[in-house]
Nanobody
Framework: QVQLVESGGGLVQAGGSLRLSCAAS????????MGWFRQAPGKEREFVAA????????RYADSVKDLFTISRDNAKNTVYLQMNNLKPEDTAFYYC????????????????WGQGTQVTVSS
């Protein structure tokens, strides 16, 4: 089992930045690729970014490429999502998740999920 707890969400103005954190406990953190997903009201949960277990490979949704950066610190069992130049359309509940598949963008490839953290971007 892997337990995941997100933090760092909040209210920010358009153009601002936030850094989300996801702390993991339980089984070996560095055995898993980690991903971030988001879900806006009335919409499907969508892929945002993922990073390999070693941190050497990351992938992003086209909508956040060059704006968001995913990283991880295996010594701290934590994965991060740095979000820059935020837009109102980035408003959503953000979830981190763990997968045995390398940097997958598929929601179904993730076995463990956190409870999420709300990000609200005002215009």
């Amino acid at each position: 089992q892997v337990q995941l707890v997100e933090s760092g969400g909040g209210l920010v103005q358009a153009g601002g930045s936030l850094r989300l954190s996801c702390a993991a406990s339980g089984r070996t953190f560095n055995s898993y690729s980690m991903g971030w997903f988001r879900q806006a009201p009335g919409k499907e949960r969508e892929f945002v970014a993922a990073i390999s277990w070693s941190g050497d490979y990351a992938r992003y949704a086209d909508s956040v490429k060059d704006l968001f950066t995913i990283s991880r610190d295996n010594a701290k069992n934590t994965v991060y999502l740095q979000m820059n130049n935020l837009k109102p359309e980035d408003t959503a509940f953000y979830y981190c998740a763990a997968s045995v598949y390398r940097s997958s963008a598929r929601r179904d490839d993730y076995d463990y999920w956190g409870q999420g953290t709300q990000v609200t971007v005002s215009s």
